[in-house]
């Protein structure tokens, strides 16, 4: 077990700050839009990415909505996406250009790149490769703001993890969740659950830690809504909830990223010096992946529901900063396909948008429908929109492996509606910068710079906090004469110890606490941090706070 359950009590209380919201009239929103307190710092910043999302996808959501988006009133500019090594992003690098400033890998999270061959991404020295940085909810936390985040995915996921975790590989499910534990955040909302139950690899019940932290733990719509606490925690599917047009009937439980985006605000809004919230709407990007056009819509609609909460607030508050952006582009979807080669301009838009409109459900929740004999096939292809199939329709559902259903049922209705794709992988182009309010960025940005431009707005610099919330454990200790090893008794829970005459100290990885002994009274004292320590499998990485406590 090593330090885990020992320390289960140690919890950092925090406030919060915020209020709530709804979409606002253009001109109102223009004419408040720069009534911060200065144009340089803001009290909240409430950041929103739509996970894979793409230009094409806005333009299909708007004619299926048949109105105009709450993004529509914030688009200011837009924003390059490559990485260090490609011009077409993985969401974890795309994640930490975003929250830390910094370019990075496929598959890095909050540190930095090991490979660099983009044309002008500055190249990393070897001994600096893997190093953690720090992103933008840390130096909120440390800047005395309240901090959340959610997600429609499990908040270890790739996109919320680089806004609170460090971890070389994404996958690292345990490591990213045990430093959101340990991170102190006062809001976070999403799916999950799994990654914080006993079946951890580690043999700590993170499940326990979040209680002893002082957290409201709710499970469903109805104790979310209800809750009155400052530190919440949401956990409402063991790993991602489900899609907005699947929840009515699927999972009704659920609630939706409106409902979390708002709670989040009114819980964080409490915290008289401000906020920083991060919000994703995650299964955008999957159903991109599965080339699924109600998916996509479905979870884009629902994400811009939740832009008009950040919003109402926003236009209320006067001293907040909205930014939403997608990282990165997927699927290549276009309206239009070779059915319209030759008659792309007197095609009506109905044409394309009829045929969705039959579709009740996702062809993930349509498929979750399907009875084990499959005596419902086409009950179930109709909920996905295909309705009164052709026989060439009907064979081809017949004739399929009920694994591969969901690729012939997406392929058939994105020919019915004149959609067409491109690939069923991430794409490479600049996407639409859209934001509001006091300090916002505009124009064609790097990824990048969205990081600086909200820490800059918040008061702080990411490249200096980097410099005190990272350093180099080994080299630090032995500087100031102390002996070093890393403890790896327990494989799952490796410990930095550093040793003097008259001191021994212990720091384990991806908490806050630092264990102090005094060798000459045989005392230890815990000490709690607003920082966690990050071990990359090849160094420790700790605070300047923690060092000061060995001098």
């Given amino acids: 077990m090593g330090f885990r359950k020992k320390w289960l009590s140690y919890a950092l209380v925090g406030t919060l700050a915020v209020s709530s919201l709804g979409v606002m009239a253009s001109q109102d929103a223009q004419a ?45 500019g837009g924003v390059k996406t490559y990485s260090a090594e490609s011009a077409i992003t993985d969401s974890a690098p795309a994640a930490t250009a975003l929250a830390t400033g910094n370019k990075s890998n496929s598959g890095y999270v909050g540190v930095l790149p090991s490979i660099v061959t983009t044309p002008g991404v500055k190249p990393v020295a070897e001994k600096d490769h893997f190093k953690p ?86 499970t469903d719509r109805n104790e979310l809504l209800k809750s009155k606490s400052k530190k919440l925690w949401g956990s409402f599917a063991p790993s991602a909830v489900a899609y907005d047009f699947d929840r009515a009937t699927t999972k009704p439980e659920e609630p939706t990223i409106a409902e979390m985006t708002e709670k989040a605000i009114n819980t964080l809004q409490k915290d008289k010096d401000g906020f920083f919230l991060m919000v994703e709407g995650s299964k955008i990007d999957w159903a991109a992946h599965a080339n699924d056009p109600i998916g996509m819509i479905s979870d884009f609609l629902a994400f811009d529901d939740a832009v008009g909460e950040a919003l109402e607030f926003a236009e209320k508050d006067g001293n907040t900063m909205v ?148 350093v180099n454990a080994e080299e630090s200790f032995k500087k100031l004469g102390y002996t070093t090893s890393i403890d790896q008794t327990d494989s799952a829970n490796p410990v930095f110890v550093a040793e003097s005459k008259n001191k021994l100290v212990k720091i384990p990885e991806n908490k806050n606490i630092v264990i102090v002994e005094n060798k000459n009274s045989g005392k230890s004292k815990t000490h709690e941090l607003n920082t966690v320590t990050v071990y990359n499998d090849r160094q420790f990485f700790i605070s300047e706070d923690a060092l000061k406590l060995a001098k």
Wanted: without cysteine; charged residues 25%; aromatic residues 6%.
């Fill in 32 to 76: 408040k839009d720069n009534k911060g307190k200065n144009k340089e710092e803001v009290e909240n910043v409430i950041m929103l990415v739509m996970d894979g999302s793409s230009d094409d996808l806005s333009t299909l959501a708007r004619w299926y909505k048949g109105e105009d988006l709450a993004l529509d009133r914030i688009l200011t």
């Fill in 133 to 218: 940085v720090a992103n933008v909810l840390e130096g909120a936390k440390l800047d005395g703001k309240a901090t959340g985040i959610v997600s429609t995915s499990e908040i270890q996921h790739a996109t919320p993890a680089g806004f609170s975790a460090h971890v070389a590989k994404r996958s690292n499910y345990d490591d990213i969740a045990e430093q959101q534990v340990y991170q102190n955040m006062d809001v976070i909302l999403g799916g999950g659950s799994d990654s914080l139950s006993k079946t951890r690899k580690d043999g700590e019940n993170l499940l326990e830690v979040v209680e002893a932290k002082g957290y409201d733990y709710v």
């Fill in 323 to 470: 930014i939403a952006v997608t990282d990165h582009g997927n699927s290549g979807i276009t309206i239009g396909n070779k059915n319209t080669t030759s008659g792309y301009d007197t095609t009506p838009v109905k044409d394309y948008i009829e045929p969705l409109k039959e579709a009740k459900m996702t062809v993930e929740g349509a498929l979750s429908l399907l009875k084990a004999d499959r005596s419902n096939l086409l009950e179930v292809a109709a909920l996905y929109g295909i309705t009164n199939p052709s026989a060439a329709e009907i064979k081809a559902l017949q004739e399929t492996d009920t694994k591969k259903l969901g690729s012939i049922m997406v392929q058939l209705l994105s020919e019915r509606a004149n959609i067409g794709f491109t690939t069923g992988g991430h794409t490479g182009e600049d996407v639409f910068l859209y934001s509001y309010g006091p300090a916002k960025p505009t124009g064609l940005v790097e990824n990048t710079d969205l990081a600086h431009t909200m820490a800059k707005a918040m008061g702080f610099d990411l490249n200096q906090l980097s410099n005190k919330i990272f």
